[in-house]
């Protein structure tokens, strides 16, 4: 739809306006497409080259600027390093094979031995579960704990003392391999 104007010198101020408007962003916005080569030449006519295009000017130094977009940025620039290398084919199936041995699961009650710092070992419970069983290593699944305490705990009257009980901790099930 257009709108016009019923004065001619509106419409001439209008239509000077839209000429000027594309003339300029003709020049400052689009490029001009070189004519279509054809093929076919004038004799003692060629070609002119196409006009050299400027080299690109190296980038403006970035400044510092605190905000949450050159923080992020920072975040990236830094995110190779903070992530895990990436495995090959080969040692994710070597991964996959160590977890897909086969394994059995078997129940019992062993106690775990005390190890030099004092907690108990429940490793070496485990294997010892295990090697009752007919493999050779396991993994603790499952443990229990019970306190036990001497005799002198049932004298009437008498003062519990820190070492009349102890805990004991026992693997009740593991994971074996042979």
Known sequence: MM???????????????????????????WPQAAPPVLGLQEQGT????????????????????PG???????????????LPAIKSPSETMNDLSRLAKPSTMVSGRVACPASANG??????????????????????????SAEKCSAKVLIP??????????????VTSALCQN
Do not use: H, W
């Open 3 to 29: 709108v016009r104007s019923g004065k001619p010198a509106m419409r001439f101020g209008t239509l000077m306006s839209a000429v000027l408007l594309l003339v300029f962003a003709g020049r400052t916005a």
């Open 119 to 144: 907690a108990p070992d429940c490793k070496q419970a485990a294997d010892q579960l295990c090697q009752t069983k007919g493999y050779r290593e396991g993994k603790s699944l499952n443990a229990d």
């Open 68 to 82: 949450l977009i050159n923080e992020m940025g920072k975040l990236f620039d830094k995110l190779p390093s903070i």
């Open 46 to 65: 060629q070609a002119a080259p196409p006009p050299p295009t400027p080299a690109p000017s190296a980038p403006p130094a970035r400044e510092e600027n």
């Open 157 to 170: 009257g008498r003062q519990r003392k820190p070492d009349d009980c102890r805990t004991d901790t026992f």
